[in-house]
């Protein structure tokens, strides 16, 4: 069994910068990618950011340059950067791991960005 927990969520101005971070537990491995998705209301489930091993990384257009998806091996742990975040940021984000294969799903951290 994986249990994803995410944390770092909140209240920030535009402009502003957040870090999330997800731990797993269970039979996680190193090969399996960890990534992040968010939802806002009335919007479908969108890819953000997913890193495969250290130098395989993948952003959503809309977050290049702004975002920066990391993994600690160690602590089996995933983290989003966020930098100069925007209203249109503001969504539930879903950290998942193996998203390709079995896809588990963490409980969601909301991040709420005001103009």
């Known amino acids: 069994q994986v249990q994803l927990v995410e944390s770092g969520g909140g209240l920030v101005q535009a402009g502003g910068s957040l870090r999330l971070s997800c731990a797993a537990s269970?039979?996680?491995?190193?090969?399996?990618?960890m990534g992040w998705y968010r939802q806002a209301p009335g919007n479908q489930r969108e890819l953000v950011a997913v890193i495969r091993n250290p130098g395989n990384t993948n952003y959503a257009d809309s977050v290049k340059s702004r975002f920066t998806i990391s993994r600690d091996y160690a602590k089996n742990t995933v983290y989003l950067q966020m930098n100069s975040l925007k209203p249109e940021d503001t969504a539930v984000y879903f950290c998942?791991?193996?998203?390709?294969?079995?896809?588990?799903w963490g409980q969601g951290t909301q991040v709420t960005v005001s103009s």
């Open positions: 269970g039979s996680i491995f190193s090969g399996n990618a």
């Open positions: 998942v791991a193996d998203p390709w294969g079995r896809a588990y």
